[in-house]
């Protein structure tokens, strides 16, 4: 599964960690974006891991 999707302001995203669950974030509007994240990851892991593009990346 790729991270393909279009999200709006104010929608909830859940992103899947793991090879199976590559995503890409671009912003395709004129105002800044504005994140609020909580990560929920054991104790030393990675809050991210190098992978090749989704599909969907151009």
Excluded: T
Excluded at 4 to 24: L, M, N, S, T
Excluded at 25 to 39: A, C, D, I
Excluded at 40 to 52: E, I, Q, T, Y
């Amino acid at each position: 599964m790729s991270g393909c999707g279009v999200y709006r302001k104010g929608d909830p995203i859940y992103e899947p960690a793991g090879a199976d669950h590559v995503h890409i974030g671009k912003n395709l509007g004129g105002e800044p974006v504005v994140l609020k994240v909580v990560y929920v990851l054991p104790s030393g892991s990675p809050l991210s891991d190098d992978a090749p593009a989704p599909g969907c990346s151009s």
